[in-house]
């Protein structure tokens, strides 16, 4: 287990942005695939976006095309979902997840997770 962190959600009105953290104080994320989900109230967790071992981006949700981007920090111990445009459908709780390498929708392939952090869109 990673110890992953998620920090950065809150209360944001339509339009507005948040950037979430994913991060881990003992280890460097370079090295694995970090995937976003996110779960609605009701509904069950869906892949949201990923950065794979080599900064590949890969997009699960077409909602978020041109709204949400992903990018790792430096010092490769945090990657972030920059949310733009945020819309009331947005608002879950935002989980980070760790996969060897590689990305993936199936949310049983990755072995470690956050504990989420909640982004409520409403005004």
Do not use: H
Request: glycine letters at 12%; hydrophobic letters at 30%; proline letters at 3%.
């Amino acid at each position: 287990q990673l110890q992953l962190v998620e920090s950065g959600g809150g209360l944001v009105q339509p339009g507005g942005s948040l950037r979430l953290s994913c991060a881990s104080s003992k280890y460097t994320l370079e090295s694995y695939a970090i995937g976003w989900f996110r779960q609605a109230p009701g509904k069950e967790r869906e892949p949201v976006l990923c950065i794979s071992s080599t900064g590949v981006d890969t997009y699960y949700a077409d909602s978020v095309k041109g709204r949400f981007t992903i990018s790792r920090g430096n010092g490769a111990k945090s990657v972030y979902l920059q949310m733009n445009s945020l819309k009331p459908e947005d608002t879950g709780v935002y989980f980070c997840a760790a996969d060897t390498f590689y990305c993936s929708d199936n949310a049983g392939d990755y072995f470690s997770w956050g504990q989420g952090t909640q982004v409520t869109v409403s005004s």
